[in-house]
T-cell receptor, first 113, second 114 residues
């Protein structure tokens, strides 16, 4: 069945550092891919998504490119801020059927000033 | 105009008791999902509603778990004869449905079974 694997955390960075959180998936066909973020004390919210191969999702300075050849959707940001401290979840979903999301285990990011 | 709401926010119960968790989706969202997040784990899908029918119940871990939904509104997840392994955060999400639309999540209910 479908699965998502993301890098284990926690990840601790200094402000303005470059961020990469790796995410790979196992799925047949062409799922849609998502990054969700959970800020401290808040609910999960969509950060960005890509629905087909080679699409790049972007939001709030974060980017991820849907790479079918490597079955990856790595999250990147060029310069992190303290306010980016959160737990990040990679997920996949399929159009049709239940459209449920399959999530990775999450990666906790802490950015220090 | 509010987001997805869930109640209670926290629930502590004794092993063997039944619990009900409630979800109020965003108005107009036809699709509703329940997920579970155990400590140190990712979110596990439990059940999906489209309107008040549940075409995908494949994630319910046992027959102690059930859920219902009234029209395109409130949903209740019931866990009977709770066990310690049921301790988790239960998350509800809703979406417009029809394709892989953004799912909007509630704040969750933290269930602790003693």
């Amino acid at each position: 069945g479908d699965s998502v694997t993301q890098m284990e955390g926690p990840v601790t960075l200094s402000e303005e550092a470059f961020l990469t959180i790796n995410c790979t998936y196992t799925a047949t066909g062409y799922p849609s891919l998502f990054w969700y973020v959970q800020y401290p004390g808040e609910g999960l919210q969509l950060l960005l998504k890509a629905t087909k191969a080679d699409d790049k999702g972007s939001n709030k300075g974060f980017e991820a490119t849907y790479r079918k050849e490597t079955t990856s959707f790595h999250l990147e940001k060029g310069s992190v801020q303290v306010s980016d401290s959160a737990v990040y979840f990679c997920a996949l979903g399929r159009q049709g059927g239940s459209e449920k999301l399959v999530f990775g285990k999450g990666t906790k990011l802490t950015v220090n000033p | 105009g509010a987001g997805v709401s869930q109640s209670p926010s926290n629930k502590v119960t004794e092993k063997g008791k039944d619990v009900e968790l409630r979800c109020d989706p965003i108005s107009g969202h036809t699709a509703l999902y329940w997920y579970r997040q155990r400590l140190g784990q990712g979110l596990e899908f439990l059940i999906y509603f489209q309107g008040n029918s549940a075409p995908d119940k494949s994630g319910l871990p046992s027959d102690r778990f059930s859920a219902e939904r009234t029209g395109e509104s409130v949903s209740t997840l019931t866990i009977q004869r709770t066990q310690q392994e049921d301790s988790a955060v239960y998350l509800c999400a809703s979406s417009l449905g029809g394709s892989v639309n953004e799912q909007f999540f509630g704040p969750g209910t933290r269930l602790t079974v003693l």
